[in-house]
């Protein structure tokens, strides 16, 4: 049963010099014929389900005027929400003010995503960002002054002549906005965007271990949970959005490039604003067969740092997951450890997951 939404607003102020997603530049009338196929995408696919949480993330969804946001909220009321929901909406400081926080706070949105990236301006700038961490500072005491507590930052690191130093004071001023979720990402120069045009090289993978390795180490010294393999919570602060796809649990994805997992089926959307626009929505749609849909319940579960539940697990595919793929030698060699019913990558090979997720791919 489906239980989770996500919502993809694809404008953006501002272009980084380091991302990948789909994004196009702010345009009101872009925005306006967007809203109205998103609108029809959601009366056509959506069935009534209850909806325990919801993700609008982008882009830059609060680009958006406050009239912009009121038809993107009146779309958000189709959906049947639970009592008990979480409703994330992602943020950039410099496209925020307090009247769109009120806003958001009165159409329920309950959880705030900031892409706040880094701390010192010279980094910002690197990255493309316009904000400087004032306002961020200023954006975060005017969240919290009008309710909303459960707020998520998100920061890049391993930039280009970044040293450990650097990381260590940002890490300290980040972790003084006080919020309880912060996500890391290590910087990946990907293709077509500026930073790979110009030729930028990714840093020594060495360096960027010890990076890793100092973030985990504090934020849990200062009382986070390393739940994910790049993401820390205080206790009960966990995404319930993102564990909804770490569990490979079905969820609606809509809006440009959104991928949704329905039924025996992943979609992924066009992203071709125009075919958007003239309601061609879906790019691709994979049929899962049932080691399909193994093979993804392994790769994403083990993303979590408590792995997966064996007997819940066994329950839902109907299988043993012991006796699954290599499992049995990857824990003989200790990649994989059992603990308190849950099977799970050891501790100190989540930096190298992937090298082990890889083992279930496909068959
Ligand atoms: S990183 Fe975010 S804000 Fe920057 S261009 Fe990409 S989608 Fe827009």
Redesign the pocket.
Known sequence: MISSVYIHI?F?????T????T?FYYNQDMVKKYLISLKEEVLKRYKGEEIKTIYVG???PNVLTITELEELFKIIAIFKLSNDYEFTFEV?PECLDYEKIKFLKQHKVNRISM?VERVNSKFLKYL??EHNFNLVKERIQEIKDIGILNINVDFIYALKNETLKDLDKELDLLLSLDVPHISTYSLMIEEHTKLYIDKTLEIDSDLDYLMYDLIRKKLISKGFKHYEISNFAKSSYESRHNLVYWNNMEYYGFGLSAASYVGNKRFTNTSNLNKYINGNYIKETETLSKKDKISYALILGFRKIEGINIQEFNKKYNVNLLELYNIKELIKNKNLIIQDGNLRISYDKIYVSNNILVNFVGE
């Open positions: 694809p953006c102020h501002n272009i980084c380091y991302c990948s997603f994004k982008g882009g830059t950039n892409g493309g960002r």
